[in-house]
C-alpha cells in the first residue's frame, strides 16, 4: 500500500534561514512519481514539482531544491533564505504507475511560518 | 497557461440544502478528480468524474451524498447534498491535463461552511 509521511506538523523559522521540509514514502511499485505542493493561507493548491522514481537527481529551482533518495525512500524539500511570502502549508504526495489512474496520495502537510 | 476555475469561490449554506460546485477548465484534459480537505487537513480524494459516465468513488463517499457529472471533457460539478456541519471544507478539484500524465493540477476551491 502506498503511504506519505510528512512527520513535521509545523516549523517555525526567521526570515532568510535555510529549512528543510521531510517526505518519507512507501510503495511496492517500482515506477512512482513524487510531488511536492505549496497551499498558501489564500487556499490554492500549487504544483511545485513532479519526480519520476528512475530519477534520482536532485533539483534546484530558485531558492528550491529537492533531494530524493531512493535508498531512504525520502523526498525532502529545502527552502534557502526563506522568505515571509514562503509561508504556506506544503504536501509530499505520491502516485503510484502502477494504478494507471492518476491518483495522488498526499501527506498530512507541513505548516510553515517564515517571521519576520 | 491553462485555466481551472471553480464556482463559487465561498458559500454559507444552512444545514439540510445541497450545493452544487461546478469546475470548468480552458483545455483538454484527461482526468478530473474532486478533493476534500477539511479543516486543518490534508487532501482525501472523493472520486474520479468520468466523462459521460458515473464517477468512481473512493471509499466512504458515494453518489447519493456526492453527486457528480462530468457532461464533457473540459467541465465538471459536485453536489454536496443533505449538508451537515461535517461538510464544512474545501471542495477542490484536480485535472491532468491531455499530454501530462501523472501531474495533477488543481482549481482554486470552493470554501463551503454549513451552519
Known amino acids: 500500500a502506498q503511504k506519505v509521511t510528512q512527520a513535521q506538523t509545523e516549523i517555525s523559522v526567521v526570515e532568510k534561514e535555510d529549512v528543510t521540509l521531510d517526505c518519507v514514502y512507501e510503495?511496492?511499485?517500482?515506477?512512482?512519481?513524487l510531488f511536492w505542493y505549496k497551499q498558501p493561507p489564500s487556499g490554492e493548491l500549487v504544483f511545485l514539482i513532479r519526480?519520476?522514481?528512475?530519477?534520482?537527481q536532485n533539483e534546484i529551482s530558485g531558492r528550491y531544491s529537492w533531494n530524493f533518495q531512493k535508498s531512504t525512500s525520502s523526498f525532502n524539500f529545502t527552502i534557502t533564505a526563506s522568505q515571509v511570502v514562503d509561508s504556506a502549508v506544503y504536501f509530499c504526495?505520491?502516485?503510484?504507475?502502477?494504478?494507471?489512474?492518476?491518483?495522488?496520495?498526499f501527506g498530512k502537510g507541513t505548516r510553515l511560518h517564515i517571521l519576520p | 497557461s491553462a485555466v481551472i476555475s471553480q464556482k463559487p469561490s465561498r458559500d454559507i449554506c444552512q444545514r439540510g440544502t445541497s450545493l452544487t460546485i461546478q469546475c470548468q477548465v480552458d483545455?483538454?484534459?484527461?482526468?478530473m478528480f474532486w478533493y476534500r480537505q477539511q479543516p486543518g487537513q490534508s487532501l482525501t480524494l472523493i472520486a474520479t468524474?468520468?466523462?459521460?459516465?458515473?464517477?468512481?468513488?473512493e471509499s466512504g463517499f458515494v453518489i447519493d451524498k456526492f453527486p457528480i457529472s462530468r457532461p464533457n471533457l473540459t467541465f465538471s460539478t459536485l453536489t454536496v447534498s443533505n449538508m451537515s456541519p461535517e461538510d464544512s471544507s474545501i471542495y477542490l478539484c484536480?485535472?491532468?491535463?491531455?499530454?501530462?500524465?501523472?501531474?495533477?493540477?488543481f482549481g482554486p476551491g470552493t470554501r463551503l461552511t454549513v451552519t
Open positions: 519526480r519520476n522514481s528512475f530519477d534520482e
Open positions: 504526495a505520491l502516485s503510484e504507475e502502477e494504478n494507471r489512474d492518476d491518483k495522488i496520495i
Open positions: 510503495t511496492r511499485d517500482t515506477t512512482y512519481y
Open positions: 483545455s483538454q484534459v484527461t482526468m
Open positions: 468524474a468520468n466523462q459521460g459516465s458515473e464517477a468512481t468513488y
Open positions: 484536480s485535472v491532468v491535463w491531455l499530454g501530462q500524465s501523472n501531474e495533477q493540477y
